[in-house]
Nanobody, 126 residues
Framework: QVQLVESGGGLVQAGGSLRLSCAASGRTFSTYAMGWFRQAPGKEREFVAAISWNGSSNDYADSVKGRFTVSRVNAKNTVYLQMNSLNAEDTAVYYC???????????????????WGQGTQVTVSS
């Protein structure tokens, strides 16, 4: 069992930055592929970014490419999402997710992840 706890959300003005963190429990964090997803009010959950177990591969949604950066520090059991140049469309609850022993490096499909955090709210004021 893995527990994921997101932090770092909050209220920021358009053009600003935030860094989200996702801390994982368990000793096998380094074997998990990790993903970030978000869900805005009235909308479906959408993929944001993903990173492979060793950080060698990553993937981004087109809407955040060039503005967001996903990274991980396995020694700290933590994955990060650096968000720059935020705009109102980035307002959502952000979730991190973990996938165990996958045959793929990164995935945009939420159903392929085994564990999810409780989410952290990001609100961008325009």
């Amino acid at each position: 069992q893995v527990q994921l706890v997101e932090s770092g959300g909050g209220l920021v003005q358009a053009g600003g930055s935030l860094r989200l963190s996702c801390a994982a429990s368990g000793r096998t964090f380094s074997t998990y592929a990790m993903g970030w997803f978000r869900q805005a009010p009235g909308k479906e959950r959408e993929f944001v970014a993903a990173i492979s177990w060793n950080g060698s591969s990553n993937d981004y949604a087109d809407s955040v490419k060039g503005r967001f950066t996903v990274s991980r520090v396995n020694a700290k059991n933590t994955v990060y999402l650096q968000m720059n140049s935020l705009n109102a469309e980035d307002t959502a609850v952000y979730y991190c997710a973990a996938a165990f022993r996958t045959t793929w490096s990164t995935s945009r499909r939420g159903y392929e992840y085994d564990y999810w955090g409780q989410g952290t709210q990001v609100t961008v004021s325009s």
